[in-house]
C-alpha cells in the first residue's frame, strides 16, 4: 500500500506564496508521474500541476502557468508545488496523486492511482 501525505496548505493574503509538500510511504514505489490537483467548493476536481519522475518534464494548467512550480526531492519520494502571486481563485483543496504507469491524459483525475488527504488553500483580498 502506497500512502500520500500532502502538507503546507494555509490561509494568506492575495498575492502571498505557499509551498505545498507531499510524502509517499509505503512499500517500494517509484511513481512514473506525480501531480497537484485541487476542489473548490462546488467544482470538479482540476489539474494543476504534474512532474515526469524518471525526468522531470513539467507540465502546468494555464490558470497556474508562470505561478506555480512543481518539483521534487532528489532522496525521497517527495513532491512539492510552490505557489507565488496567489490569488482568491486560488481557493481549493489541493490533493497530490501519483501515477504508477504510463497512460494517456496525466491531466486527468483517471490517470492516478494514490491520492493525498487534500490540503487546504484559502487566499483572501
Known amino acids: 500500500q502506497v500512502l500520500l501525505v500532502d502538507s503546507g496548505g494555509g490561509s494568506v493574503q492575495a498575492g502571498a506564496s505557499l509551498r505545498l509538500s507531499c510524502a509517499a510511504s509505503?512499500?517500494?514505489?517509484?511513481?512514473?508521474?506525480m501531480g497537484w490537483f485541487r476542489q473548490a467548493p462546488g467544482k470538479e476536481r482540476e489539474f494543476v500541476a504534474r512532474?515526469?519522475?524518471?525526468?522531470?518534464?513539467?507540465y502546468y494548467s494555464d490558470s497556474v502557468n508562470g505561478r506555480f512550480t512543481i518539483s521534487k526531492d532528489i532522496d525521497n519520494i517527495v513532491v512539492h508545488l510552490q505557489m507565488n502571486s496567489l490569488t482568491p481563485g486560488d481557493t481549493a483543496v489541493y490533493y497530490c496523486?501519483?501515477?504508477?504507469?504510463?497512460?494517456?491524459?496525466?491531466?486527468?483525475?483517471?490517470?492516478?492511482?494514490?491520492w493525498g488527504q487534500g490540503t487546504q488553500v484559502t487566499v483572501s483580498n
Open positions: 509505503g512499500r517500494t514505489f517509484s511513481p512514473y508521474a
Open positions: 496523486a501519483a501515477a504508477s504507469r504510463p497512460g494517456p491524459l496525466l491531466t486527468s483525475t483517471m490517470a492516478y492511482s494514490y
Open positions: 512532474l515526469m519522475w524518471n525526468t522531470g518534464t513539467t
